[in-house]
């Protein structure tokens, strides 16, 4: 029995599908090192109480307190972006193998990940780290507006801002507030359409990689409260439109060391066809986009990184069997959701090809994130039809707040 402890501070739905495909890997005592109720957690896994589970010292305590028991662990794995140097620090801690501390940094902080990228001929977006209102003026001054202002290691687009004239950016300054103890990064803003990147990665070699398009990008949707975004996995990434993808994506995973694991790249094809990476996570897509990838293939994603990360194998083939995409609720307005129109037009047009929904809650307060108050994911063998249906949803599907 080998015991596996799966970090993970809150038990959101999202977190417990991986929680359940670790937990039914062959073998495994699954130990979930949370700060939220054992009620929550699936058969098979077993709760262990931390106080701060963004601590290394807290969790590697609370693994030494189990491997008195257990006489020893395989594995710590998560898969919250926040999460990922904290673990990789108990990792070092306890001495197990896996993502160690310098490679999550790369991983985590965008400033060292892009001058990995650079290093490694992968293009990405010209940046400066901002210790105040004088070095973004600098920037600027060298790469034109617009420009973005985030957070370095940022995660849902928080603090994220994109800049396009003086009156914005001392908008994006008082908001983020730079100073030599608060560093923001400036990046020039890239014009493209924007995708992912999501790969498996075993021993070094990528053994898995697929492809989504965001319809519009995180930032439009961020910014746009009302926005009900799309994210569309294509039946056929074969095509000469993701060659140079494909390449620049492996040489980005292989640039930052990442062993064994699953990565989620975004990038952005530009007009002329190329592609710049935007950033990359050594964990797997937040936002359904692991189910959607499980409809493509007919076979769960989430087993696939349980078996990655525990096992350090994947099992294929990988056959692109359908088209698949996710539609996002939400809408205008603030507060609770009053109710959701349309839903009876939308099921009578696309319900044939839904495969999965999950509906806003009437009286549940609005998400803050560009997740939205719920979705629908659709799949059929032919992308038009799928990108289709993903229109009609979001044409149709309203939500309303009160
Ligand atoms: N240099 C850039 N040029 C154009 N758009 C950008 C740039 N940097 C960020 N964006 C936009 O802002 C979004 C969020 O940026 P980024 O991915 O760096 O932040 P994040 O907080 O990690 O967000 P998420 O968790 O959604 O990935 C991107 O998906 C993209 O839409
Ligand atoms: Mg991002």
């Known amino acids: 029995m080998r015991t596996v402890f799966f970090v993970a501070p809150y038990l959101m739905d999202a977190t417990l599908k991986y929680v359940s495909a670790a937990a039914s890997i062959p073998g495994i005592r699954l130990v979930v090192l949370t700060q939220d109720s054992a009620s929550k957690l699936p058969a098979g896994a077993r709760h262990y109480s931390v106080a701060n589970a963004l601590d290394p010292e807290c969790l590697a305590a609370a693994c030494r307190d189990v491997m008195r028991t257990t006489g020893g662990a395989h594995r710590i794995i998560g898969i919250l972006e926040n999460a990922q140097e904290a673990i ?10 896996g993502i160690d501390l310098a490679t999550a940094e790369r991983f985590r902080d965008k400033g060292v990940m892009k001058n990995t990228l650079r290093d490694a001929g992968v ?5 400066a780290r901002l210790h105040s ?6 920037f600027i001054a060298e790469v034109g507006f617009p420009v973005v202002l985030k957070p370095p290691a940022g995660a849902g687009c928080r603090g994220t801002y994109r800049v396009n004239n003086t009156a914005e950016l001392d908008v994006a300054l008082s908001e983020s507030q730079p100073s030599a103890t608060r560093e923001v990064l400036a990046e020039e803003f890239i014009t493209g359409e924007e995708h992912s990147f999501d790969t498996i990665v075993i021993d070094g070699e990528v053994k898995f990689q ?14 746009n409260e009302w926005i009900q975004w799309c994210v569309l996995a294509p039946r056929d990434i074969s095509g000469p439109e993701y060659d140079p993808i494909r390449k620049v994506g492996v040489a980005a995973v292989k640039a930052l060391g990442l062993r064994t694991g699953m990565t989620h790249m975004e990038w952005f094809r530009r ?11 050594a964990r797997p897509p937040g936002a359904q986009f692991t189910t959607v990838m499980g409809y493509v293939y007919d076979r769960s994603l989430y087993h696939a990184w349980a078996q990655a990360v525990i096992d350090e194998r994947v099992d294929g083939p990988f056959e692109r069997k359908y088209a698949a995409g ?28 839904v495969v999965e929904t999950q509906l806003p809650v009437v009286g549940a307060g609005k998400a803050s994130g560009y997740e939205g108050d719920g979705f629908a994911i ?25």
């Open 133 to 138: 209102a004088a070095d973004a003026r600098k």
């Open 210 to 223: 697929n492809i989504l398009r965001y319809l519009p990008g995180p930032l439009d949707v961020t910014r």
């Open 326 to 353: 996710c539609a996002y609720f939400r809408g205008p307005g603030m507060g609770r959701v009053a109710g959701i129109d349309g839903l009876d037009e939308a099921q009578r047009k696309v319900g044939k090809i």
């Open 88 to 97: 990789a620090r108990t990792r070092e801690l306890l001495g197990l193998p």
């Open 378 to 402: 659709v799949r059929h063998p032919d992308t038009e039809v799928v990108q289709a249906a993903l229109r009609t949803l979001i044409e149709t599907v309203k939500v309303r707040y009160v």
């Open 123 to 127: 293009a990405c977006a010209r940046f």
């Open 271 to 281: 007009k002329d066809g190329s592609a710049v990476v935007n950033e990359v996570g």
